[in-house]
């Protein structure tokens, strides 16, 4: 039996994970529960593997193995997942296929974005990479970008990362977005709305977020999926 405030987290982690690839940060799971301090959260984290319902993978930061969720709701549909962090292939999910039967679609790899201070924006393709049909959804556009930078590592993105990213100009409150910052150069931050203002927040304490009129960033995407090499 969870508490209110562990299905709350459970569920909030699950919702994040389906919608950005990501798991949130520690930051954003104590404002999504509004609570005062990140050491609620590990306590909460705590009791959820001491209950079975996650497992924290050793040695990665923030790698957490969903391994099952409360009735109400697997009924809403959900299948466990590793969240960040390599899989344990010795023990493979149920209803796991093989890799050589899932259906892979090329993206072009369109140069480099910044995961810190922003660079020169994208140009054009400079090669293709394979991304799991599964990870793009049945409709839009995308396109691939290489990491540069360590700004985000906090949401499980580091450099040299290949991130899937669906193309579209505009994007809710919280999300990972590529960001046109005065038409000339481009990064990937978490976009915040403050009024007029659009803040560009980074994913490690040693960057500071930068905050912009709304007329001087364009959103030109979404992250969808993240691809890493080992």
């Known amino acids: 039996m969870l508490t209110q405030k562990q299905r709350e987290l459970l569920e909030f982690i699950h919702k994040r994970l389906q919608r950005d690839g990501v798991p949130p940060s520690f930051d954003e799971m104590k404002e999504a529960l509004d609570l005062r301090s990140k050491s609620g959260i590990h306590r909460l984290i705590t009791a959820l593997e001491e209950r079975g319902f996650i497992n924290r993978l050793a040695h990665r930061a923030r790698a957490i193995e969903v391994i099952k969720l409360p009735d109400a709701i697997e009924r809403g549909g959900f299948s466990p997942r590793v ?105 990937l931050k978490r976009l915040r709305r403050r009024g007029d203002m659009i803040a560009l927040e ?28 080992y």
């Open 202 to 229: 980074a994913a490690n304490p040693a960057y500071e977020t930068r905050v912009y009129r709304a007329d001087q960033v364009k959103v030109q995407g979404r992250l969808v999926g993240l691809i890493r090499n």
């Open 83 to 187: 969240i960040d962090g390599e899989a344990d292939n010795s023990n493979p999910p149920r209803d796991a296929m093989p890799v050589e039967a899932a259906h892979a679609l090329e993206l072009p790899v369109m140069g480099r974005i910044a995961a810190g201070t922003p660079i020169e924006a994208i140009s054009h393709a400079s090669r293709n990479v394979a991304v799991p049909g599964s990870m793009l959804g049945s409709s839009g556009h995308h396109y691939a970008l290489e990491v540069k930078g360590d700004s985000m590592i906090e949401a499980g993105i580091n450099d040299g990362d290949i991130v899937v990213i669906r193309e579209q100009s505009s994007a809710d409150n919280g999300d990972i977005v590529v960001a046109l910052v005065e038409d000339h150069e481009a990064t």
